[in-house]
């Protein structure tokens, strides 16, 4: 199994900034991608943004050039930088990392307990 440690969250006003980390550990033998999505009150859990290994960096078109995610491969973490916060960003933000713990098996999903990302003055 994959487990997921999400760590950054908390309480920023407008205009301000903060990251995002989630470490992931356990039995892994490959990383397919590593990102994050996130749930507002009453609405689906969404895509933010997601690194794909040895392809693209993808992003909403809502976060584009104000968040950017990094990965660091040796220590399996995901970060998200997030930068010019808005009220609308408030969510709960939820690390998602596709990993394949077996070369006899296919990639899985795993998510993180989420952390909470509010935007207010």
């Known amino acids: 199994q994959v487990q997921l440690v999400e760590s950054g969250g908390g309480l920023v006003q407008p205009g301000g900034s903060l990251r995002l980390s989630c470490a992931a550990s356990?039995?892994?033998?490959?990383?397919?991608?590593m990102g994050w999505y996130r749930q507002a009150p009453g609405k689906q859990r969404d895509l933010v943004a997601v690194?794909?290994?040895?392809?693209?960096?993808i992003y909403a078109d809502s976060v584009k050039g104000r968040f950017t995610t990094s990965r660091d491969n040796p220590k399996n973490t995901v970060y998200l930088q997030m930068s010019s916060l808005k009220p609308e960003d408030t969510a709960v933000y939820y690390c998602?990392?596709?990993?394949?713990?077996?070369?006899?098996?296919?990639?899985?999903?795993?998510w993180g307990q989420g952390t909470q990302v509010t935007v207010s003055s």
């Open positions: 690194i794909t290994t040895g392809g693209p960096t």
């Open positions: 356990g039995s892994i033998f490959r990383i397919d991608a």
């Open positions: 998602n990392v596709l990993a394949t713990t077996s070369p006899l098996r296919g990639p899985t999903p795993y």
